[in-house]
């Protein structure tokens, strides 16, 4: 097998794994921003966190597996381009999921939930990207280091 086949396939241990790790860094690093931009205490927050995040791992796993199919099926690099379209996939998806249930946690507005759920894509955005980046160059040496 090509070091780019061991790039593009994911088993579904390697994918709850990299779903996980980008949640546990994200839980850890927006439950301050959640309680800055919704005043709530930093505890609420990680709870609100804690819930959008379960979200969020499921819409990665999912959304991860359609782009690794599409990847495979067109032959495309992971170039900026697709990078930034990749995240900006995930992100656009997950507004829709997650807004409501911001809300009903919350007791927010579903205006207000909008605009946290806007802010922690202002964060959300370049980390999902960066950790993409930086994930595959990690594996990608690994395997290089391997083959």
Same mark, same amino acid.
């Given at each position: ?6 790039l593009?396939?994911? /088993?579904?241990?390697?994918r709850i794994? %990299?779903?996980?790790?980008? =949640? @546990?860094?994200?839980i850890?690093? +927006?439950? #301050? $921003?959640i309680a800055l931009?919704?005043g ?7 709870i609100?966190?804690l819930?959008v995040s ?6 990665n796993?999912?959304?991860n597996y359609?782009?690794?199919?599409l990847?495979?099926?067109y032959?495309f690099?992971? /170039?900026a381009?697709?990078?930034?379209i %990749?995240?900006a996939?995930f =992100? @656009?998806?997950?507004?829709f999921? +997650?807004? #409501? $249930?911001i809300?009903?946690?919350?007791g927010?507005?579903?205006?207000d939930?909008f605009?946290?759920e806007?802010?922690m894509?202002?964060?959300f ?19 290089a280091r391997?083959?």
């Amino acid at each position: 097998m090509r070091l780019v086949d061991h790039l593009i396939e994911r /088993s579904p241990y390697e994918r709850i794994f %990299h779903a996980v790790m980008y =949640e @546990v860094v994200g839980i850890i690093t +927006s439950a #301050p $921003i959640i309680a800055l931009f919704s005043g709530k205490n930093l505890s609420e927050s990680g709870i609100i966190a804690l819930i959008v995040s379960i979200v969020a791992t499921i819409w990665n796993y999912v959304y991860n597996y359609l782009y690794d199919k599409l990847r495979k099926q067109y032959h495309f690099r992971k /170039s900026a381009a697709v990078r930034v379209i %990749h995240g900006a996939g995930f =992100e @656009v998806g997950l507004v829709f999921i +997650s807004v #409501p $249930i911001i809300s009903l946690t919350m007791g927010l507005t579903l205006w207000d939930a909008f605009k946290l759920e806007f802010a922690m894509l202002l964060y959300f955005f370049p980390y999902t990207i960066v950790y993409n980046w930086i994930y595959d160059k990690i594996k990608s040496y690994a395997i290089a280091r391997l083959v």
